[in-house]
């Protein structure tokens, strides 16, 4: 058995300000990391989808390195549309080597045994929607083709597909067609995503994909073209993945605790009109 788990959307505030003037993002970090240490059968690996820190503050990343530093099981980490890349590479980089050839964008792999795992770099800087650059898609390819027939998992921030969440579906994903034909070519690959803060499995262009639910910040489930505009409050979100023998069974979980439902709040603001 090879059980992971994948955390996304912290939204960690130096200082521990709250996300949004709402979340109390570094205790949800913290219970659901210590959460993670402790969880039995004990994990195989742990990876965090972007938009570590809301603002891509130095003070969040250092407080996240802290909590990082107690495991000794492989780690991978893949900025979002809110993260500094450099500031991340810096912090980060003792905690999760990144692969030279894609600089600067912060891309590994990791290598289980029976499961493959591969950190894809898609932020824009200064946008919301992903992009699959050059030298990121042929590391995919390459990373894929060196994992042959096993299972992967292929790990980044913006899903390059359509959730239905409103506005969430208003910012393209550049080269999303690539990188369906990429993952395409390999059935055994699964696209790991965040960004949306919701727990979602789809079945895509290039196959099946996951959203890992968020730390912080739940998106209200709102399918119209009015929707991915607010937010609840409650308990911190996990996948965690689970591999035996010719199976992968993905749960969608929450860590335990006192943590009453509250909103929903606007990110930013009501659409206009």
Known sequence: MTLLAQISDLHLRAGGLLACGRGDALRAARETLGYLLSFRP?????VLTGDLADRGEEGAYLELAELLRPFEIPLGLVPGNHDDRERAREIFGGLCPWAAETYPFLCWTRDLGKVGLIGLDVAQEGRVGGALAGKVANFLEKALSAFGERDCLVFLHQPPFRSGLGDMDGFPFVNAGQL????????????????????????WEGGRAICAPPVCLHMELDLTEKGGHRFTLGPPGF?????????????????????????????????AG
Not at 180 to 203: D, K, Q
């Open 239 to 271: 996948a965690l993945y689970h591999y035996g023998e010719g199976l992968l069974n993905v749960h969608f979980a929450s860590v335990p605790g006192d943590y009453p439902y509250a909103g929903p709040y606007y990110f930013s603001g009501p659409p």
């Open 42 to 46: 004990s994990l195989d690996a742990l």
């Open 180 to 203: 369906s034909e990429i993952m395409g070519a390999y059935p055994r690959a699964v696209l790991a995503c965040g960004h949306l803060h919701r727990g979602l499995a789809s079945f």
